[in-house]
């Protein structure tokens, strides 16, 4: 079975400061790796993907996400904030072999002007 | 454009009052799904298909059912809805699950 833990339901930067959201997660197998992003009233829009390929993925908006292994992580991060960051964030893993896609409970992120 | 349609985007219905969400995808896209979405649980998997006549359950089927008799529709239908499903419905496909999974934009349901 696959699980994601998202450290943290609430969190709040100043603009301009780093944005770091936490994401471990659990996988008996080499995972896919997912960040999403949601705005108010709106779907889910795909930010950053890891398939194995470089550990250090960037996408879009700014923000790059590192597969760690070793520490099970894949933290998301984007050096300075904009006051349009403000939305909530998805960490998602999905195992090899499997199509079933599980998510974290989310983080909503603030960003003070 | 590549989408994921959904339809309806808002629907209040009283309890017992069978109902279908559709699901359309126009990408040929082989693998879709079903999540809810309550707040402080984030998205559970209710159904998801593989392929055409090809369905299995999530995590939270109970209540629910599904049917893919078509490649791009893949309907949710609640043969007897009840309060505790008043939830935020998302549907997504994939071409392959490296790829990532595209989503629509939502369903929120409510049942009185």
């Known amino acids: 079975a696959q699980s994601v833990t998202q450290l943290g339901s609430h969190v709040s930067v100043s603009e301009g400061a780093l944005v770091l959201l936490r994401c471990n997660y659990s996988?008996?197998?080499?995972?896919?790796l997912f960040w999403y992003v949601q705005y108010p009233n709106q779907g889910l829009q795909l930010l950053l993907k890891?398939?194995?390929?470089?550990?250090l993925v960037k996408g879009i908006n700014g923000f790059e996400a590192e597969f760690k292994k070793s520490e099970t992580s894949f933290h998301l991060t984007k050096p300075s904030a904009h006051m349009s960051d403000a939305a909530e964030y998805f960490c998602a893993v999905s195992g090899a072999g499997s199509y079933q896609l599980t998510f974290g409970k989310g983080t909503k992120l603030s960003v003070i002007p | 454009e590549a989408q994921v349609t959904q339809n309806p985007r808002y629907l209040i219905t009283v309890t017992g009052k069978k109902l279908t969400v559709t699901c359309s995808q126009n990408m040929n896209h082989e693998y879709m799904s079903w999540y809810r979405q309550d707040p402080g649980l984030g998205l559970r998997q209710i159904y998801y298909s593989m392929n055409v006549e090809v369905t299995d359950k999530g995590d939270v089927p109970e209540g629910y059912k599904v049917s893919r008799k078509e490649k791009r529709n893949f309907p949710l239908i609640l043969e007897s809805p009840s309060p505790n499903q008043t939830s935020l419905y998302f549907c997504?496909?994939?071409?392959?699950?490296?790829?990532?999974?595209?989503f629509g934009s939502g369903t929120r349901l409510t049942v009185v």
């Open positions: 890891y398939t194995s390929a470089a550990t």
């Open positions: 996988s008996s197998v080499p995972p896919y």
């Open positions: 997504a496909s994939s071409i392959h699950r490296g790829r990532g999974y595209t």
